[in-house]
């Protein structure tokens, strides 16, 4: 059964700090590449990362560019996005997902695949980080 199970989210001041996994099973990462999102309430769904094992391709968005990064760990066969700096506006539930279509780069400038093409999502976990 494929299975993405994310944790590692929490309270947390802002200006602080947190990682959060994102485990594998029935599946490996290589094959796939990997999205986080997030989804404040009453707000879109925003991708805030992509990135590519295969060609070590990786997308951030402007809002977290310079604070979070992706890493992984093929042995654990887990991902992790490591989250800096946070701030109140990064208050959201995280997802991370998989995709087997590739990140697209065009002119410099990385294309993540569209959220509908994101085959397996985890079940969210929460950060929310005070003023």
């Known amino acids: 059964e494929v299975q993405l199970v994310e944790s590692g989210g929490g309270l947390v001041q802002a200006g602080g700090s947190l990682r959060l996994s994102c485990a594998a099973s029935?599946?490996?990462?290589?094959?796939?590449?990997i999205g986080w999102f997030r989804q404040a309430p009453g707000k879109e769904r925003e991708e805030v990362s992509c990135?590519?094992?295969?060609?070590?391709?990786?997308y951030y968005a402007d809002s977290v560019k310079g604070r979070f990064t992706i890493s992984s760990d093929a042995a654990e066969n887990t991902v992790y996005l490591q989250m800096n700096s946070l701030k109140p506006e990064d208050t959201a539930v995280y997802y991370c997902?998989?995709?087997?279509?590739?990140?697209?780069?065009?002119?410099?400038?990385?294309?993540?695949?569209?959220?509908?093409?994101?085959?397996?999502w985890g079940q969210g976990t929460q950060v929310t980080v005070s003023s």
């Open positions: 990135s590519s094992s295969t060609d070590s391709s990786t």
């Open positions: 997902a998989v995709s087997p279509w590739p990140i697209l780069v065009t002119g410099g400038t990385h294309y993540c695949p569209r959220p509908s093409q994101y085959n397996y």
């Open positions: 029935g599946f490996t990462f290589d094959d796939y590449r």
